[in-house]
């Protein structure tokens, strides 16, 4: 199995991202806005970057969806995705942030309490914090408990025009 690296430009800048190459389809198990995140996470999972490969032309199908949310705010899905990072309880918070509706949020104890953990909201905060695939685990979407915004990895800004373009208004 060999992690692969590669970069888009969108609207909102260039999007680094991770992929497997298993199968038939590219499987995606990162994607930031942070270059310097990307190569602490390829640290993390001990590879290096000599498995950097030029971009597949398979992985258009993530370029094309990421661009259409951003641009016409259409929901990311139809990826696969295989995370590599993260403790089983980081695992679990991922995946049930990843049902949130889009258009809609939930605050961190809520998704605590999803978890099966009611008492760990700042975890889960730590656990969103961690997210290494923006857009297809939404992390923007989760929020606190007072209704107010949250941080976000790639700064309340982004988050702001995420959640706007998804209609929600902070």
Same mark, same amino acid.
């Given at each position: 199995?060999?992690?692969?690296? /590669?970069?888009?430009?969108?609207?909102?800048?260039?999007?680094?991202?991770?992929?497997?190459?298993?199968?038939?389809?590219? @499987?995606?198990?990162?994607?930031?806005?942070?270059?310097?995140?990307?190569?602490?996470?390829?640290?993390?999972?001990?590879?290096?970057?000599?498995?950097?490969? @030029?971009?597949? %032309?398979?992985?258009?199908?993530? &370029?094309? /969806?990421?661009?259409?949310?951003?641009? &016409?705010?259409?929901?990311?899905?139809?990826?696969?995705?295989?995370?590599?990072?993260?403790?089983?309880?980081? +695992?679990? @918070?991922?995946? &049930? /942030?990843? +049902?949130?509706?889009?258009?809609?949020?939930?605050?961190?104890?809520?998704?605590?309490?999803?978890?099966?953990?009611?008492?760990?909201?700042?975890?889960?905060?730590? /656990?969103?914090?961690?997210?290494?695939?923006?857009?297809?685990?939404?992390?923007?979407?989760?929020?606190?408990?007072?209704?107010?915004?949250?941080?976000?990895?790639?700064?309340? &800004?982004? %988050?702001?025009?995420?959640?706007?373009?998804?209609?929600?208004?902070?």
């Amino acid at each position: 199995m060999i992690l692969n690296k /590669a970069c888009f430009k969108t609207k909102i800048g260039t999007l680094y991202y991770l992929w497997l190459d298993k199968d038939k389809d590219p @499987v995606i198990s990162a994607l930031t806005t942070s270059k310097g995140w990307m190569d602490d996470y390829i640290s993390i999972l001990k590879r290096d970057d000599d498995s950097l490969r @030029v971009k597949d %032309k398979r992985l258009s199908l993530l &370029e094309t /969806a990421i661009n259409a949310y951003l641009g &016409e705010g259409m929901e990311v899905s139809g990826l696969r995705l295989k995370i590599l990072s993260g403790t089983r309880f980081e +695992q679990r @918070v991922w995946k &049930e /942030a990843s +049902q949130v509706p889009y258009g809609c949020t939930c605050s961190y104890g809520d998704l605590a309490a999803m978890c099966g953990r009611p008492r760990a909201a700042r975890a889960v905060g730590n /656990a969103i914090g961690k997210n290494p695939v923006m857009f297809i685990v939404p992390c923007h979407r989760i929020i606190k408990g007072d209704g107010s915004m949250g941080g976000f990895g790639s700064g309340p &800004e982004l %988050k702001k025009k995420l959640l706007a373009l998804e209609g929600i208004e902070f």
